[in-house]
């Protein structure tokens, strides 16, 4: 366990001996035309600007006709620096980059969580995981290669570095292999995505197969921002040219509603029955805000009358229970401890979001006084203890815990 300094030269005030886990790291590193996992796949790589563009603006830029869309140059000005860097990266090895990656390997981002107090991180893979699906191949073969490009880089250090799996929803008994495969390879996390597949819900018993092996694993799903589509089908037609809003309208509806699916996902696991068959799952929000939870909270409460419930947890009980959510204080979660914590306790989480251009490299500086402020079981909680229990309750505690 890392020992913390009561007070650093940043003036945060932690305890000694809390544990400290960051929930949403990324590993982000240069890759040379001879490493690059999906290498063999290069001739269909999009250009770097086509590629933040629809980070930026995810479903938006597809849903909107190709003569009213802003150019994928006066987005460019939205990503920052370091994050283009990154992209530039991972879908044109072989061109001179100037690679902007703090800690680009395991040793040096150990070196970096030692410098500013965290114990163990969640590592999701970097920019380069949206690349399956500009590519003409066989998706669980194109997973797989990333989550063992990842795994890779992070072997022998799993105790604290533990890589995040991606997986190929299409084939749900494949998906069950992958994540025992990758397991065993230190992963405790696995990315969901806030859609039905194949025209069927996430909830669907027929799916139970994928969460049961989750729990029984000690694995967590982590729903992140790029895997929550907003449904944009018609609403990306608003003449933003003519309607002299731009890009910057443009940008602004691109993000303004990115939990919506995260709400729909998240519910229907909720009412379908999932969360009440696997009472052990947890899903973990992540570049998500929070601010939508309260009223989603509320909302539930509201139809707690509406006919028969067939599990002892109340819906809003069961939301607490299996939903953990973390704020990112550079994508607009405001004021997260004074205002979202009382009305959230027990599911905010902490994370960083390192070394991503939005993210920041002393996080728990960044909350300040704040976090001094919240009492000790709180505090604890927030910073680590909250999601180690998750992890706990399945059986399978993580290391330091």
Known sequence: MTVVDDVTATGRAVDRDAY???????FEVAFTAEDHPLRAYADQFPTARRYVAEALTHDLREATPADSRPSDEALLLYSPPANRSYTSAAVDPAASVDPRFPS?????????????????ALVNPGVYASLPRYLDGDRSQLVRLLNDFLADRLSGHTDRLMPVTMLNWNDLDGAVAELTRMRARGSRAFWVRAEPVNGMSPAHPEWDRVWSAATDLGMIAVLHIGNSPTAF?????AGWAESGVGVGGFFRYANCMNHQAAELFITAML?????????NLTILTEELQVGWLPFLLARCEGLGSAGPWPFDRSPVEMLRHHIRASPLIDVGDR?????WMPQLPGMLVFSSDYPHGEGNADPIGLYGPALGELDEATRRSFLGGNIADCFARMGDPLPGT
Do not use: K
Request: proline fraction near 2%.
């Open 20 to 26: 400290v886990l960051d929930v949403d790291t990324h």
């Open 104 to 120: 680009a390997s395991a040793a040096e981002r150990l070196t970096w969580m030692d410098q500013v107090g965290i114990d163990a």
């Open 233 to 237: 089908s018609g609403w990306g037609n």
């Open 271 to 279: 009412y379908g029955g999932a969360l009440g068959r696997h009472p």
């Open 335 to 339: 004021d997260v401890l004074g205002r």
